[in-house]
């Protein structure tokens, strides 16, 4: 089976999952919009916590990718757990307890938004609240490969940049 670039998950009105997606080795790429059947035969049948968890597997198991909050929730559990994404695949493929395990803690992790850091917030053009809490800000900041733009000591972090490359590497 190809891996799958996902783009976007619904479940319809009669309980249907539609799905927009693209085999991933295939270029260039054509994503198409339809129903998966298999899940929502698992939706009809079962309930939706369990249709969660078989999109969670997905993409654990890289079946799918995507930037969906499915990635996301499989990204913040592997994170905030330090757990190794091989070792975890591995040792869900022996012990299914541990694994039903997981993909719960992933769950939990769905509907999880980080509060943006600083930065963000300055760049889309929204001004910060004075005194708006930011703590939480350097998970997002984490997660988006960017440092948090703050102060730290009295004259803050631009005092401690260096103007240019010279400078870093003066002649003895």
């Given at each position: 089976m190809?891996?799958?670039?996902?783009?976007?998950?619904?479940?319809?009105?009669?309980?249907?999952?539609?799905?927009?997606?693209?085999?991933?080795n295939?270029?260039p790429?054509d994503?198409?919009?339809?129903?998966?059947?298999?899940?929502?035969?698992?939706?009809?049948?079962?309930?939706?916590?369990?249709?969660?968890?078989?999109?969670?597997?997905?993409?654990?198991?890289g079946?799918?990718?995507?930037?969906?909050?499915?990635?996301?929730?499989?990204?913040?559990?592997?994170l905030?757990?330090?757990?190794?994404?091989?070792?975890?695949w591995?040792?869900?493929?022996?012990?299914?307890?541990?694994?039903?395990?997981?993909?719960?803690?992933?769950?939990?992790?769905?509907?999880?938004?980080?509060v943006?850091?600083?930065?963000?917030?300055?760049?889309?053009?929204?001004?910060?609240?004075?005194?708006?809490?930011?703590?939480r800000?350097?998970?997002?900041?984490?997660?988006?490969?960017?440092?948090r733009?703050?102060?730290?000591?009295?004259?803050?972090?631009?005092?401690?940049?260096?103007?240019?490359?010279?400078?870093?590497?003066?002649?003895?």
């Open positions: 190809s891996h799958m670039i996902v783009k976007l998950i619904t479940i319809t009105s009669d309980l249907r999952v539609m799905v927009r997606m693209a085999a991933n295939i270029r790429l994503f198409r919009y339809g129903e998966i059947e298999s899940l929502t035969e698992t939706l009809r049948t079962k309930n939706r916590p369990t249709l969660e968890l078989e999109l969670l597997s997905l993409f654990f198991r079946l799918w990718q995507g930037r969906t909050r499915y990635d996301r929730a499989v990204g913040y559990t592997l905030t757990d330090g757990i190794d994404k091989y070792e975890a591995e040792r869900c493929r022996e012990d299914k307890a541990y694994e039903r395990s997981l993909l719960l803690r992933m769950r939990g992790f769905l509907h999880y938004r980080p943006p850091c600083r930065c963000h917030l300055e760049h889309r053009g929204r001004p910060v609240r004075p005194g708006a809490s930011l703590s800000g350097s998970t997002a900041a984490f997660f988006r490969g960017h440092r733009t703050g102060r730290t000591g009295r004259k803050g972090l631009e005092s401690r940049r260096l103007s240019n490359h010279r400078r870093r590497y003066q002649k003895s």
